[in-house]
């Protein structure tokens, strides 16, 4: 059974980071294409960042150069490091997994499995 868990989320002050986790359970890590997602209130989920099977990584406009996408595979984890952190930011961000390869994704209705999702929160 695929699960996904999230962790890492927090209030911060806008300039500030923080640095997500996705623990990831009952599949072969390496094999599946990742990606972390958001959504704020009253808005739509957004792609932020993708990885490809390959290591291959994706990126939405809006957080280009100041999120950084990774993953652990002796630690089954992916990361989503966040820097530079501004008011806008904050939502519920969640990870998500999908067994095909998927380059350039940022599409949640492209992904099969899903963690709960941590809040972060950004202040002005």
């Known amino acids: 059974q695929v699960q996904l868990v999230e962790s890492g989320g927090g209030s911060v002050q806008a300039g500030g980071s923080l640095r997500l986790s996705c623990a990831t359970y009952?599949?072969?890590?390496?094999?599946?294409?990742m990606g972390w997602f958001r959504q704020a209130p009253g808005k739509e989920r957004e792609g932020v960042a993708n990885?490809?099977?390959?290591?291959?990584?994706t990126y939405a406009d809006s957080v280009k150069g100041r999120f950084t996408i990774s993953q652990d595979s002796a630690k089954n984890t992916l990361y989503l490091e966040m820097a530079e952190l501004k008011p806008e930011d904050t939502a519920m961000y969640s990870c998500?997994?999908?067994?095909?390869?998927?380059?350039?994704?940022?599409?949640?209705?492209?992904?099969?499995?899903w963690g709960q999702g941590t809040q972060v929160t950004v202040s002005s």
């Open positions: 998500a997994a999908d067994p095909r390869w998927l380059r350039n994704e940022l599409r949640p209705s492209e992904y099969r499995y």
């Open positions: 990885i490809a099977p390959d290591g291959a990584k």
């Open positions: 009952g599949y072969f890590f390496d094999s599946f294409s």
